[in-house]
Structures are given as structure tokens and as C-alpha cells.
Nanobody, 121 residues
Framework: QVQLVESGGGLVQTGGSLRLSCTAS????????MDWHRQGPGKERELVAT???????NFTDSVKGRFTISRDNAGNTVYLIMDSLKPEDTAVYYC???????????????WGRGTQVTVST
């Protein structure tokens, strides 16, 4: 059974920093791309950052230069380091991955329960 467990959210002032963690089980973590999504109040869920199995990273434009994504394969953990936080970063942050199985390479998506990040003015 695949599980993604996030931690590290909280309340922070504008300009502050937070580090989110997501620990995975039930997958071959080393071979999985991992990403963070977020859903702000009244907004659709959006992809924030991705780290591939090879360590390449990608970010949505609004967080480039402020957020970093990294992975610890030995610990099955992916991190989202968020600096220079802004009120518009307020959201529930979700860890996500997917695997493909079977001859038809059916895609299965897995999500954590989310962790709340609130940035105050």
C-alpha cells in the first residue's frame, strides 16, 4: 500500500521560511518522480515543484527563485524548502507521485493528505 505522509506546515510571517517533508512508503522511491502541489483558498490545485528520479527539478513561475525541492532516496523523503514566503503562498500543500503498472502501463496517482501553510501579512 502506497502512503505519502507530509509534515512541516504551519503559520509563518511574510518573508519567512518553512520546510515541508514528505515520506513515502510502498513504492520504489528511487525510481519515482515526486512533486508538490498546492491548493489555495478558492483556487484550483496547482503543481508547484517536481524532482525527477535523476534529480532534475522544475518549478512553477510564481515560486522560482524562492522554493527548492530536493530528495533523500535513502530516507524515502522529498523536501520542499520555501523561502521569502508571501501571503499568496497560503495553501494546503500536497505530496504526489505516480506509478505505472501492467502491460498497458496503467497510471496510478497517489496523494498525501496535505499540510497547511499559512503566510500572514
Amino acid at each position: 500500500q502506497v502512503q505519502l505522509v507530509e509534515s512541516g506546515g504551519g503559520l509563518v510571517q511574510t518573508g519567512g521560511s518553512l520546510r515541508l517533508s514528505c515520506t513515502a512508503s510502498g513504492i520504489n522511491f528511487t525510481f519515482n518522480a515526486m512533486d508538490w502541489h498546492r491548493q489555495g483558498p478558492g483556487k484550483e490545485r496547482e503543481l508547484v515543484a517536481t524532482v525527477t528520479s535523476g534529480g532534475s527539478t522544475n518549478f512553477t513561475d510564481s515560486v522560482k527563485g524562492r522554493f527548492t525541492i530536493s530528495r533523500d532516496n535513502a530516507g524515502n523523503t522529498v523536501y520542499l524548502i520555501m523561502d521569502s514566503l508571501k501571503p499568496e503562498d497560503t495553501a494546503v500543500y500536497y505530496c504526489h507521485t505516480y506509478v505505472r503498472t501492467g502491460r498497458e502501463r496503467t497510471r496510478h496517482d497517489y496523494w498525501g493528505r496535505g499540510t497547511q501553510v499559512t503566510v500572514s501579512t
